[in-house]
């Protein structure tokens, strides 16, 4: 399903021919992100993802950009995380051509402006405002930098205010050239393109770009007895509250069996806390689980947001729920989760981007991509015993984390809990 090329300085160049489709995606990722930022740089990689829109070589100015991509009709944007910044671009196969080129020079001769600079960063400031305003959102923040305290892997990806206002240019230039390197990039193309087409495309725009060793990323440390209940106060209608656990990264041969606990657990209307939660005591209007894996460290993540007179209520539910699923989980769950495990990512595989997004994060995290059989496979594999045995080590209450924003001024309300 997938071809992969090295071109001579280290970049890797994978496609997924796919001739049924009308479109392409091009996307180029880079070993960027949170974890390769000290404190005082926090947000930088975010910051640079913003300036590489703001015009390039062959198209200086922002407007160049969108106005190629969209004339054809297609659509881009970028995202940037803890340990990966993508770029994209999903345009008519016809101008998939056009497509790289634009990506290739975003990434590697981009227009930085001082003046552009000052105009992203206040930018920024409104993305980070607006977050404020989020309170589901700060949960999940809250949640992270709970689980990993003091560090880069628990940082919100787009810094604070008071770190953005502080980045000067040399330090995005800087950071540019040392993470944006042949060896640190992957590029993929999913759809109705050539392999050997698309390697002659970045091989003319980025084939001679000189090699070099990226930065480090920094390493998740030890909890060392720091809080495990944060609380942050907002005057919400609703409590937002997160339960997490840490888990196994994302080469663990547990992982598998990680996802598949989090099926059970909050993935869908059928799941044990949207049935009890919901459906039986009609506390929350959302509940949802979702697993987290990286490069050293990962995590299961429950989400739910009730009246703020329930949220005691709600964290004992699913702390119960949790421990339930480690002494009663049925074959006929375990089952039902690997099929829709599998039937979630044959559907994804319908979408170019998806496609894309499938083969560059398995590409740059792990140097290797899974088709879709393969994962089915490990999905398939992992048996009662495998899912009671990592239940049983992962999801006790002396290793979970609790985050809660809404209208509290203390910890009081959830203490005793874990």
Known sequence: MFNKTVLANGLRVVTAELPHTRSATISVYAGAGSRYEQDHEAGLSHFLEHMLFKGASRRPTARDISEAIESVGGMHNAATDREITVYYAKVPHTAASEAIDILCDMVRSPVMDSAELEKERHVILEELAAVEDSPAELAGILIDETLWPSQPLGRNVGGTPESVRAIPLDSVNRYLAAQYVPANMVLVAAGNVKHERVVAEVT????????????????????????????????????????????????????????????????GMSSRLFLELREERALVYDVHSYP???????????????????????????????????????????QKARQMARGRIQLRMEDTRSVAGWMGSQEMLLGQILTVDEAAERIDAVTMDDMLRVAGQLLQPGSATIAAVGPFDDDHLFSGLI
């Not at 460290?297 to 729920?321: F, H, K, M, W």
């Open 204 to 267: 003319r725009w980025l084939g001679d770009m000189p090699g070099a060793e990226p930065g480090c990323w920094y390493p998740v440390q030890p909890r060392d007895g720091r809080p495990r209940i944060a609380v942050q106060h907002k005057d919400s209608e609703q409590a937002h509250i997160c339960l997490a656990y840490p888990t196994v990264p994302v080469t663990h041969p547990d992982r598998f069996v990680v996802d598949l606990i989090s099926t059970v657990l909050g993935e």
């Open 292 to 334: 987290s894996e990286f490069r050293d460290a990962g995590s299961i993540t429950v989400y739910a947001g009730c009246d703020p007179q329930n949220a005691r209520t709600t964290l004992e539910v699913s702390l119960a729920e949790i421990g339930k699923l480690i002494s009663d989980l049925t074959e006929q769950e375990l």
